[in-house]
Each structure stands twice: as C-alpha cells, then as structure tokens.
C-alpha cells in the first residue's frame, strides 16, 4: 500500500485541481458554520449528544437487546453479524430465500467497509447504488472519496461523459441538472425491477425497535417501498436510547454536515409495508474491539457527518482517496489503526495536530488527541520508518544539551548562508520540499545577549 | 444465535463504566411568529408556500399550481374528485403527477413536516413517486424545534411508518451545484390552513 504522503503528493501534482477540491470543501464548512449560528443552543447540543452516546456505550449490551425485541415484536427479523463475512453471507442468504437478482442499495459506509458490492457481484447478484453520488463512483469503479459527499472528487465534465458512455446522455453534456435528470430515468426503471432494497442506518432506536434513515434525494425511500424485500444494515454503535433523543441527533446531524437545517427526508421505519419483509443485521466487524480501547472507545460516538473532512486542512489538499480507507479524513485516521496498525499505521501522521476537527465535531470526540495518542503507539511500534525518526532522534539529543544545540545553530546559519534557497541537504526530510528556510541571520539571539552585556558593563 | 452471544460478551467484557444518560430539555425557539420562521426556511430550501384563510380554498389553490388535469392522487377525503388510494401495490402509483397529503405536525426551524403511513393511505412510497407534492398543514400545528416534535409525536402505536419531508428532494452530487428533483419529488408546494 502506497504511504497517504505519496498519495497526497500524487494528488498535489494537479495544482488547480487540488485548489478546486480545497475550496469546494471549504464552501461546505462555510455553510456548516452559518447553520450552526442559527442554534443558539449549539454547544449544549453537542455535549447532550456526546453524553447519550458516552451512556449507549456503556451499557451497549442492553440495548441492543432491548431494540432487538422491540424490532422483533414490530415484526421485523434481526440478525446478528460477527464481522463483515457473516454480514454479507446473510444478506447474500436473503437474496437467495427470495430468488432475487437484484439488489438497490442506498448509501451506507457500512457495506463499503463489509464490502458487499463485490460479494454479490462475485455471486451474480446485480447491486445498484442509488444515491446519485454513490452511482457515479460505481459506474466508474471506485471507492467514495468522502462520506458524505461521495463523488467530490469528479468534475462535471468527468461525469459528462461517464454518462455519455453510460446512459447514453448527449456528447459534451455537463450540465449538472440535465445530468441528474439522466440519472433519476436510469434509476426509476431499476426502483421499479429491483426485488430487494438495502439502506444503511443513521440511528436506532432503543426504545421502539425503529431505524431511522436520513437522506435528500429520496432514494432510500424509493428502493425500501417499492420492493417487497427491505434490508438495513447498522452498525451496533448506531444505537440510541430513547425516540425523543432524535432531536437532539436531527439537529446537530445535517447542519454538521451540509449546512442544511435538516435533511430533506428523515424516515423512520418501524415496521414491513403490507405483505413485506424488514430485515435488520446488527454488525460488529471491530467495534466492540474498539470499545475495550480506553483512549479511542468514543470514536464510536461518530454519526459520519463529515464536517471534521470538510474542514481538516490535510484532506481537502489530499483528497479522500489518498487514506485508502472505508472511511477517510480525521475520524478514518482514529477508526482504522486499531483494524490493522501496519496497513494503516501512517494515516495518524497525515494531520497537523490543528484540532479543528475536534472543534467541530457534533459529538464532541477528541480526535486531534486521539490522532497524537495513536501516534505514541505507532512509534512504539517501530512504525513508520523513513525520515520523520531520523529528524527526530537529531532533534531530541539537540535540544536536550545546550552546547550540542548551540554548535548545532552555528552549523546551521553558516550552512543557510552558504547554500540559500531551496534547501537541498535537507532532502532526507520531506520538510524543505515544499518549504524555503528562513533567512539565516548574523548572529543568533545567544550572541547577541551576550554582546550586549559585555558591552553595557 | 452463536454471533448475538459472542458480540454481547465482547460488549460486557470491553465497555465503560456506567455514564450518567442525561435530560434533555424541551429547547424552545425565541422566535415568536412561528409560523413565519416555518414559511421562511421551507422557502430557502426550495420549497413553495401557499396561506389560505379557509380550507374550502384548497381546491382552487391546487388548481392555480397545477392548471392541467394530471394524474393527482390525494388521500384527503375532501377533495372529491381526485384519485384516492385504491390498491397497496405501489408500482401502481408511478405515473403520479401530484400526490396531496396531509402533514401532522410542522417543524419552525427546519420546515419539516411530519406525516406517517396513515396519512399516505399505507402507501408508503406516494410522497416520493410523485413527481410533485403538496403537503397540507394547519398553523394550529406548528412548533418550534424537533424538541417539540417527538415530545408531540410520542412513541408510535398505530403507524409502522413516518417521515419528516423538509422539502423537494434534492442533489449536490455534481460539483456540489445544486440540483432541485433527484429521485423523488420534483417540488413541494405546503398549503398552510389556519
């Protein structure tokens, strides 16, 4: 797996498209910002939220249980899911019971990190994705490069002709409206034949057995009332305690992640339509190892809004891409080391520790800490190799002797003075590449006190 | 069986110490013409708005948006004349021009509206199918937060299904321009009653 740098490097080699991608992000947290100084209450919101999830955690086993048989006496059928293999075994297991062959899919980050596309697919299962984004990146054979904002990546003219070649848009076409349109056609006509529809979830409900779906284009809705199968998927720390806690969550939710005072359709699902199926799959896959991690357990208050991309100044000049994470950004860089520190070991460090994304966070996980806290253990672990410890070891037995700093100053100025500009022997650093040093100065600070003293006695 | 048992172990043996579940009090709108802050956000996203001073207007206030004898489903039992709710398959309302429904309560500061499957005749799917919508709502039942929402609303007993409509379904997935029509309802006309 390429480092996210390299990534990042790869992605800043495009400076006006990296400059596109900033501000487009950007824009969305300017929005976020301004729906939030509409809430007065905005920062007792977030630690109500932060609570009712710290509490969920804490007892997390009895409410599961609790929503299990609230669901179940709605008349739903609950599964149980170890890891991404039995998820997807049994969503697999349900398609068969009803001879399905095809499945219409609403967004949900769960079944990218379960993979499931690529299970079905592999068993002749046609699997549509319908929220407009989320169909762009799979007729294009790729992962979300964000969230909420799957296809933030692509421009117009990309997906212009994406369509052209798909579904047959006129040649040149870019116009986002007339594109959109193309694809409400596309995906009416596969609403209507699919005989299965899958949603992720944003919130379970304890108390009522209820899940609850927020989306804006209406797809999910679409695919769950019009086919006689519905599926959701949810991971188990998706729960909440109480029905009256979704104020709470509806309000912090789209205006962290859109800047919209609410999504358009909040839905919440309780029981099958007449003569049809509600299944739900509770899925761990890593979650309750997470839980057992006293540092990093309250990432699992997250309700994948966004906002910590949108305004992490790494991602909006990387790209979501470069994380090759399910989940990428701030709060992907504290979810997934714990899966596998050596494959994901480096994303702790693809942050400037700025801690805005905490700040922003609706649920007021501690992420730039938990980022610095990964870091520890990353070190410890011997991992990453390469400049940054070579760096660091020259700078920790610098600062730590005062003569050895003092000599290594001089050293430093007279090599400034001698080689000004870009810095080249310091290529063994990635700190000078983008970076000139400063002017080197006639004296340092030390010298100069000196003088002064000498010379005022 | 054997996953529900390993995971609850997992859960017991990992998780915190009990934390606290706190109160959350009913927050209030300062705003007080909430019906105007209601008419005010629909508006800004995209919705359009319609005040009647009687209900017997609401034929007429339809037939101004949409002059053209369409295909409009309503499951109003005032409106006579229109479509009602004939079969629960739900292919069968593709092709809806207009559906027109009630909504239940309405939210001040998002714009939201509620409605649930007994509003929609049980079909489920009619607010999104259509390709446009009108949503009725007495002014009597307009709050000011979701606080006052589901402290109204309470806990479901008759109703498997319920959804807070805020608007036309809507799209920034192209280059975050904004696109009005996605896969549901091209637009949303809210006539509010008094």
Redesign the interface.
């Known amino acids: 797996m390429m480092p996210h740098a390299q990534k990042a490097a790869i992605f800043n080699k495009d400076e006006a498209r990296t400059d596109w991608h900033d501000a487009?992000l950007w824009?969305?947290r300017k929005k976020r910002d301004f729906a939030v100084s509409?809430?007065?209450?905005w920062e007792?919101?977030r630690?109500?939220a932060s609570?009712?999830k710290?509490?969920t955690?804490?007892?997390?086993?009895d409410y599961?249980?609790s929503f299990e048989k609230a669901a179940i006496q709605?008349?739903a059928i609950v599964h149980?899911?170890?890891d991404a293999k039995?998820h997807n075994d049994i969503v697999l297991s349900i398609l068969n019971k009803h001879q399905a062959k095809k499945m219409v899919k609403s967004k949900s980050m769960l079944t990218e990190e379960c993979h499931l596309n690529e299970f079905l697919e592999h068993h002749n299962i046609e699997v549509i994705d319908?929220?407009?984004?989320e169909r762009?990146i799979q007729m294009l054979n790729e992962p979300p490069s964000h969230i909420v904002?799957?296809?933030?990546h692509?421009?117009?003219e990309e997906?212009g002709e994406l369509f052209h070649r798909e579904l047959h848009t006129e040649k040149g076409a870019t116009d986002?409206?007339y594109?959109?349109?193309a694809a409400?056609h596309h995906?009416?006509e596969k609403?209507?034949t699919a005989q299965v529809a899958l949603t992720g979830v944003n919130f379970g409900i304890a108390?009522?057995g209820?899940i609850v779906v927020c989306t804006?284009?209406?797809?999910a809705?679409?695919g769950?009332?019009?086919t006689p199968v519905q599926i959701h998927s949810m991971g188990?720390e998706k729960l909440i305690?109480r029905?009256?806690?979704?104020?709470?969550f509806?309000?912090l939710l789209a205006r962290s992640a859109?800047g919209?005072?609410?999504?358009?359709?909040?839905?919440?699902?309780?029981?099958?339509?007449?003569?049809g199926e509600m299944h739900i799959i509770?899925v761990?896959n890593g979650r309750?190892?997470q839980?057992?991690k006293?540092d990093f357990?309250s990432s699992l208050k997250c309700i994948r809004c966004g906002a910590c991309m949108n305004t992490c100044p790494i991602y909006r000049r990387s790209g979501g891409h470069s994380y090759e994470t399910t989940i990428p950004g701030p709060i992907g860089s504290i979810l997934t080391p714990g899966i596998d520190l050596k494959k994901h070991g480096q994303l702790p460090f693809a942050s400037t520790l700025c801690g805005s994304c905490t700040d922003v966070c609706p649920v007021k996980i501690d992420i730039h800490t938990q980022l610095y806290k990964w870091r520890q253990i990353v070190s410890e672990a011997g991992l990453p190799e390469g400049g940054n410890k070579t760096m660091m070891s020259i700078m920790g037995s610098g600062l730590a002797s005062p003569s050895f700093f003092h000599r290594l100053g001089n050293i430093g100025r007279k090599l400034l003075r001698l080689f000004p500009g870009k810095e080249r022997f310091l290529s063994f650093t990635v700190w000078t590449k983008d970076r000139d040093l400063p002017k080197a100065p006639v004296e340092s600070f030390r010298e100069w006190y000196v003088k002064q003293t000498k010379d005022g006695q | 069986m054997a996953s529900k048992e390993t995971i609850l172990a997992k859960i017991k043996s990992n998780r915190p110490n009990l934390w606290p579940l706190p109160d959350v009090p009913i927050f209030e709108t300062s705003v007080t013409d909430k019906k105007k802050l209601f008419i005010q956000i629909l508006e800004r996203g995209g919705s359009k708005v319609h005040c009647i001073d009687d209900s017997s207007q609401i034929h007429q206030v339809i037939t101004t948006h949409f002059p053209e004898n369409n295909r409009m489903v309503s499951t109003l039992p005032l409106l006579e004349g229109m479509e009602g709710i004939t079969t629960l398959h739900p292919d069968f309302y593709e092709g809806t021009e207009v559906a027109i429904i009630e909504g239940l309560i309405g939210v001040a500061e998002n714009g939201a509206l509620w409605v649930t499957e007994n509003e929609l005749g049980k079909v489920r799917v009619l607010p999104f199918i259509a390709q446009h919508l009108i949503m009725i709502i007495s002014a009597k039942n307009i709050v000011g937060t979701m606080h006052e929402a589901y402290k109204a609303l309470g806990l479901p007993t008759t109703s498997g299904f319920g959804v807070f409509i805020a608007g036309p379904s809507k799209t920034a997935d192209i280059e975050q321009s904004l696109v009005i029509g996605a896969q549901g309802a091209r637009s949303l006309l809210v006539i509010v009653t008094p």
Do not use: C, Y
């Open positions: 487009s824009m969305v509409e809430i007065p209450e007792f919101l630690e109500f609570d009712i710290m509490h955690l804490s007892k997390l086993d599961l249980e709605n008349g149980w899911a170890a039995e319908s929220d407009l984004g762009i904002l799957p296809a933030i692509l421009k117009k997906i986002p409206q594109l959109t349109e409400r995906l009416r609403f209507h108390e009522t209820e804006n284009e209406g797809n809705d679409m769950v009332h019009l188990i305690p029905r009256s806690d979704l104020a709470v509806t309000r859109t919209q005072p609410v999504t358009v359709f909040t839905s919440h699902h309780r029981n099958p339509k007449p003569a509770l761990d309750t190892e839980l057992g006293p357990r």
